[in-house]
T-cell receptor, first 118, second 109 residues
């Protein structure tokens, strides 16, 4: 079982739909992330939130809109997506948003949301 | 140059073999390193942290070579269940986690 839960696990949406991905972490962490993983591509960092504040937006198109109401919850709102946005979207959390020597700070992933845009 | 690089593989090895992967990093200030394992269609999971002096966890040994800026993962006595993609993660103080693209391992019966 995981301390980071994501819903839905699978989502099929049309290009004109609006949907949201939800993530909740039960680890008491302060930082949360959205990553995108496309077929045969490395993990792409999309957004970072630290203590509910967005600290990084990795040049993500505006059709992806994150929301972090508190340190335990993170949403990714999806609107007018393209077929090339089909991918595995992974939520993650860590104690802190950045690495620090000797802190043991590391990152834990949810099981992911498989998104297909048709 | 990408921050963290790995040979994508696949590495195809027989059961019982010893296999090693390297991961190079470009930021000489990087201090924290990890190895993650990702099974097909699953999320990455932490395998082990990498400490300066090197560390071992059962059949897995992680090493850090600061002079050449790489970390390594050695798997002894490979099992079929070790088949997965292995991701290295690096970064320095104040930096976000930086993932490598992963190395795919297939352990064959």
């Amino acid at each position: 079982e995981t301390g980071v839960t994501q819903t839905p696990r699978h989502l099929v949406m049309g290009m004109t739909n609006k949907k949201s991905l939800k993530c909740e972490q039960h680890l008491g962490h302060n930082a949360m992330y959205w990553y995108k993983q496309s077929a045969k591509k490395p993990l792409e960092l999309m957004f970072v939130y630290n203590f509910k504040e967005q600290t990084e937006n990795n040049s993500v198109p505006s059709r992806f809109s994150p929301e972090c109401p508190n340190s335990s919850h993170l949403f990714l709102h999806l609107h007018t997506l393209q077929p090339e946005d089909s991918a595995l979207y992974l939520c993650a959390s860590s104690q802190e948003a950045v690495l620090g020597q000797g802190t043991g700070n590391t990152i834990y992933f949810g099981e992911g949301s498989w998104l297909t845009v048709v | 140059r990408k921050e963290v690089e790995q040979d994508p593989g696949p590495f195809n090895v027989p059961e019982g073999a010893t296999v090693a992967f390297n991961c190079t990093y470009s930021n000489s200030a990087s201090q924290s390193f990890f190895w993650y394992r990702q099974d097909c269609r699953k999320e990455p999971k932490l395998l082990m942290s990498v400490y300066s002096s090197g560390n071992e966890d059962g059949r897995f040994t992680a090493q850090l070579n600061r002079a050449s800026q790489y970390i390594s993962l050695l798997i002894r006595d490979s099992k079929l269940s070790d088949s997965a993609t292995y991701l290295c993660v690096g970064g320095s103080d104040g930096q976000n986690f930086v993932f490598g693209p992963g190395t795919r391992l297939s352990v064959l019966p």
